[in-house]
């Protein structure tokens, strides 16, 4: 078959440390950056969890510039915003969420801790285990701030088919 390369679009908080103002900001950043790889369409847009929201955006944004947008696909995101309303996530259930997700595993009371993650990513030999703690800490205020942003969130309509996955449980 035809190859498609994949572009990963990093949160721009992990190098620079500045939070994002909105989804909406989000996107346009990002697309700014798809721009520069991709100058014309189609595109086609993937997004994980939180990155859903962006891609769902980002397609939006592409289709409102008369672009075409081939293909959007979304794994295990899901439109929570409502439930997010005046609820700020709590460092504990961030960090909870992030060491789940990075090891597999439910972190004990006592793990709940940026240096607990790192060192249970260096016994596992995991990839990211090599990462700056300052790294780490920027990725805990990402999850923090998630909440925050999509309860701010009104998605656009995206005039087309979506491809929705969901993780098996």
Do not use: N
Not at 101 to 113: D, K, Q
């Amino acid at each position: 078959g035809e190859q498609q390369p994949i572009y990963g679009l990093q949160a721009s908080r992990i190098s620079t440390g500045e939070a994002a103002a909105s989804v909406e900001a989000l996107a346009k950043t990002y697309l700014a950056e798809i721009y520069k790889v991709q100058p014309e369409g189609p595109y086609a847009l993937l997004g994980w969890s939180f990155g859903c929201h962006l891609a769902h955006e980002i397609a939006t944004l592409l289709q409102q510039a008369g672009e075409v947008v081939s293909t959007l696909i979304l794994l295990d995101g899901y439109p929570l915003g409502e439930r997010y309303r005046d609820r700020e996530r709590q460092d504990s259930e961030s960090l909870s969420a992030l060491f789940e997700a990075l090891t597999g595993s439910v972190p004990a009371e006592s793990e709940l801790t940026v240096e607990a993650l790192r060192r249970r990513l260096v016994a596992q030999e995991h990839p990211l285990a090599v990462m700056e703690p300052v790294v780490f800490e920027r990725i805990l205020a990402e999850f923090r701030e998630a909440p925050r942003l999509l309860a701010a969130f009104t998605p656009s309509r995206f005039q087309g088919e979506i491809l929705f996955l969901r993780a098996a449980t």
